[in-house]
């Protein structure tokens, strides 16, 4: 097997306004992801729902994807990534549409997850 990367980079944008220029290491095949755990300040986490969003039509969903990678901390983790306007994420509740001005919804580069238990992958 050859060795692949995935290259992630964001400038900012109307869905995430910081930017990202990272390249990581493959160490899978990425696969499609459509929810993810996010722990940020909440011990057991909540689900988000999780989608690629592009700059086609001045912002529009598309696919994202999951890929693991080699970490230098802890071996490996699992970058999340998705269209050149990043990642946008909303509660896996909502039954909103996804919208650019909903403010339960939000933008990310990627991310980075440590856990594969963390992801779950698109039908």
């Not at 390249?23 to 057991?44: E, F, H, W």
């Not at 549409?97 to 990627?110: K, R, V």
Request: a negative charge; charged letters at 20%.
């Amino acid at each position: 097997m050859s060795t692949a990367f995935t290259y992630v980079q964001v400038e900012p944008n109307d869905n995430c306004p910081m930017m990202a220029t990272q390249v990581y290491k493959n160490l899978s095949q990425p696969v499609r992801v459509a929810v993810v755990r996010i722990y940020d300040g909440l011990p057991s986490g909540r689900l988000c729902e999780v989608i690629g969003w592009s700059s086609e039509n001045d912002g529009s969903p598309c696919e994202a994807f999951a890929v693991q990678v080699e970490d230098s901390s802890a071996g490996s983790a699992f970058v999340i990534y998705g269209g050149d306007w990043g990642l946008r994420l909303r509660p896996a509740e909502s039954t909103a549409g996804w919208d650019l001005n909903d403010i339960d919804q939000w933008g990310e580069t990627h991310l980075v997850l440590a856990d594969v238990d963390d992801i779950h992958i698109a039908e």
